[in-house]
């Protein structure tokens, strides 16, 4: 028998009562952001839930963390309060269980319609770092960038490889993208140009939200790493790559990706996605001790990436992936982010690196998918290389169970004109 709730959840809803991603909304412009949980086309709002006394375990009964402008108190209490208010939120929504069911006044104020909510950034973002773990993206970017000689650098196949992002400049979904201005990358013997970005690409990522996080000097052991991630979210680390090309040697992504990050604004739990997970794929040479993990694991997660070119009102589906093409693992990932002692805190966000496929149309940006500009794109009558002023680029992931979707909405942004 499939979990059912008394909300009535749409079969292809992404949010059904398996779900239960936690986000930060306003219910109205002036009201205070705080967190609620997804339940098909509503949002439930925890502060309501927690003052009704209705989180009643140990972990929860006299906290304040639902009371919080963002999730990072939450996150900070660690795997079991997570577990406690899974269990507590399952149960109050189930079909067959009456207290906010039968009670139409908490329902009222518990429940509210997904569309009049405006969600926000669902945690403080302290730090972001992010890695570069598709091997078909690595070789890709290698051959672009750098030529048929070495693709992938020896380096790769032994450490995660990350550059520290800019936590500043992460948005919420629907946030509007200011087109880049900066040094392009010259050609031949010409000098770099400077202006609006000629080569704005997006690229398709997960990012994993750090829970509890480790005291400086103590590393996170990397069969214990995945009771320091909540759960995950879409990113759209957008870039500039022309900008980048020119910058990046030798220290690595600047100005190029520090203008924009776009995440979505629900995070789905790793307790959600455990049904779907599945084996990583094997790694050969086989990784350092510190991290080779017992269990080594990836989800079923589909992804795909659409744009609605500017003028146009349709979307035109331009790569379709999966999370299960990441060679290093986000357990690995952590593990080795603290490997030095360096500390992770609540809120602090790992993207995974661009997500792509062995397969052409599996690619997860511009970049590749029109080889840097040389094999334009069709969609809906137009064609691209890089994304133009008014395209609008959205992100979708979801994992298909057994007649329920477990799946994250949305992670979408349009590009404005750069500043005159
Ligand atoms: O290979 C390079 O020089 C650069 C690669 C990227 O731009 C990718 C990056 O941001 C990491 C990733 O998304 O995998
Ligand atoms: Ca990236
Ligand atoms: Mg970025």
Known sequence: MVLKSFVEVHPDSHFPIQNLPYGVFKAEPGSEPRPGVAIGDYVLDLAVVASAGLFDGPNLKNSDCFNQPNLNKFLGLGRPAWKEARSTLQKLLSADEPILRDNSSLRQRALLPMGKVQMLLPIAIGDYTDFFASKHHAKNCGLIFRGPENPINPNWFHIPIAYHGRASSIVISGTDIIRPRGQGHPTGNALPYFGPSRKLDFELEMAAVVGPGNELGKPVDVNEAADHIFGLVLMNDWSARDIQAWEYVPLGPFLGKSFGTTISPWIVTLDALEPFASDAPEQNPPPLP??????????????QVSIVPAGQKDACI????????????????LAHHTINGCNLRPGDLLGTGTISGPEPDSYGCLLELTWNGQKPLSLGGTTRTFL??????????????????????????????SPP
């Open 318 to 333: 331009i790569s379709r992936s999966n999370f299960t093409h990441l060679y290093w693992t986000i357990t690995q990932q």
């Open 290 to 303: 510190y991290l080779a993990e017992k269990e080594s694991k990836n989800y079923d997660i589909s992804l």
């Open 388 to 417: 133009e002023d008014g395209d609008e680029v959205f992100f979708t992931g979801c994992c298909k169970g057994d007649g329920y979707n477990v799946g994250f909405g949305r992670c979408s942004g349009k590009i404005l004109p």
